[in-house]
């Protein structure tokens, strides 16, 4: 069972570091919600699949990978351009979980050709902290 | 593909250039010499299962035997142990293992000033056992369904890792001795169960012989003194279980090969790993062989699934096979390395393949049984025992069967106690058996 938790997102982005950093071998402190997994960390679809079984049994959530670590951002981005449907919509859509000047950011650096992914612990954070909230929200 | 272009019909010599090995007697030939030499025992009472021996390895820093690798925990003991053992061949061997920038390498006593990576097309023969640690990850996997809807049952218990399979496959270690070690030719893996990691030396030796590949490295490594892996021998009643565990010294007294108190193996684990390269090629870069590979031979019996053929008939077409491909007859053979696991079955089946082999055609080489030193190592056996062979020749000395008061045959010139190795001006001929549940034959036969 998981551990009492508050559900503050700092709390959850530092409960993620704790996770994540003997995944890759580093000291937790070292991380923050700014980190970029696969661009600051050697983070790996194999690691991926780690952190996201290590969510479920923090957090007791289920975990949706593609929304949780973004991982089709660019098929989104090239779908919405093909319908002619406003990106910023498309993702908001997608990605409940980030806010709209978190998606701006997302937008920017995806547009930027060969740029590393831009998925941080912040961005995971944000992911559970919904979850946690929308699973609040039909239990009660 | 870097083509390898020796033709087939061209047999090369082939040597042994690198050893590595993580035993219970030590982690360095210098300090498994010293053990066998001293009368070391390192058979202890089994916390797992009362009244049961084994023989662990102790002193085992995985971090620091593997270097600091964050995949490390998908491997099972005995695959950690085939890794430090592989790192540490390679790096005798004078092969650079920095596959991960950073990666600190793994100290041993040979490193080559200048390590080079492995020629393109190195081939991997590995030998690998089944993993029966179930302690470890299946009382989560199989908890019992509670009734709470919160807590998700079976094989979905979040408790169990993403990727807790890595741990059973059989070729988990052998990939992560490609990746860190940089191998990328021919990769086998082989579950002949306790064969494995002599016919692994073999194959990999014939890939070289026969101009396969440029070199190749063969290993194995394997642990089964786990609680689940202690009750699955139990259960087969394959071990002893009526050590009394007041009794401090009954471990050291429970292995005793060819011995007519014998009453059941004890179980060991390890991990033993060697480079294999055409002595020419080794010569002319002025490298030193650690020991040259002459041939291999390997029988099923066709006959049961754990117990041996009772007189060994297809083990002795195994050895007569290794003999024909080493070109040699059985009087060339100076020592034998015998399987010698302490079981009832097992040594009297030996006995009648050693003595119809050799004594009745008027031989005598020396016996000798290493398990009665390190238990046995289950699919690492072979690989274990050549490691300790290799690391006493070097010391100038076959070692003796231990706790051998009785001998089961007079024919045989069983080793009592540590002698000079023998052999004369041609180096010393050694045969090493091996033979697995489901009538699994190998043998080997080298000169050290």
Known sequence: MPEHIRHE????????????????????????????????????????LEIGAGLNRRFAIPVRDAAAFLTDLRIHVLEAERTGEAPEARLAREYP?????RVAEVLAAVRVPGAPPVLTIGDVAAYVAWSLARHAGTSA | MQSFSSPPHHSRRVVITGAGA????????????????????????????????????????????????????????????????????AGQAGYACTATPGMPG?????????????????????????????????PAACAPRTGDSTVAPGLEHPGLDALWMLRWLPNTAASAVAMRCGIRGEGL?????????????????????????????????????SEGGLLSYARAGAIQRDLNPADAAAPHHACRPFDAARRGFVPGEGGAAFVLEPRDAVLARGAAPLAEVLGMGATLDGHALTAPEPDARRAEAAVRGALAEAGLSPGYVHW?????????????????????????????????????????????????????????????FLPPVRNLSAPESDRLDFVREARPLPGNGNGSIGLLLNFGFGGQNAALVVRL
């Open chain 1, 97 to 101: 979980h980030l806010s709209a000047a």
């Open chain 1, 9 to 48: 997102p700092h709390d959850i982005a530092a409960a993620i570091a704790t996770l994540v950093a003997p995944i890759f071998d580093v000291d937790a402190a070292t991380l923050s919600p700014s980190t970029r997994l696969m661009a600051d960390l050697p983070c790996e679809s194999i690691d991926l």
């Open chain 2, 22 to 89: 993580v035993t219970p007697l030590g982690h360095t030939p210098r300090d498994m010499a010293r053990a066998i030499r001293e009368g070391y025992s390192p058979f202890r009472h089994a916390a797992g299962l009362p009244g049961a021996a084994c023989a662990p390895v102790r002193d085992f820093d995985e971090a620091a035997a593997t270097g600091r690798w964050r995949h490390r925990r998908y491997l099972s003991r005995g695959g950690l142990l085939a890794l430090a053992a592989a790192l540490a061949a």
């Open chain 2, 336 to 396: 034998v390395a015998a399987h010698g696991t302490g079981t009832v079955l097992n040594d009297a089946a030996e006995i009648r393949l050693l003595e119809r082999m050799f004594a009745d055609a008027g031989h005598a080489p020396a016996v000798t049984a290493v398990k009665s030193w390190t238990g046995h190592c289950a699919s690492a056996c072979g690989a274990v025992e050549l490691a300790v062979l290799l690391a006493c020749a070097a010391d100038g």
């Open chain 2, 106 to 138: 793994v100290a041993t006593d040979g490193d080559a000033p200048h390590p080079q990576p492995f020629p393109e097309d190195t081939a991997l023969v590995a030998a690998s056992g089944p993993n029966m640690d179930v302690g470890a990850d299946f």
């Open chain 2, 189 to 225: 893996v082989l579950g002949t169960a306790c064969a494995a990691s002599l016919q692994a030396v073999g194959e990999a030796a014939r890939r070289v012989r026969w101009g396969l590949a440029p070199a190749a490295l063969a290993v194995g490594g394997d642990s089964r003194l």
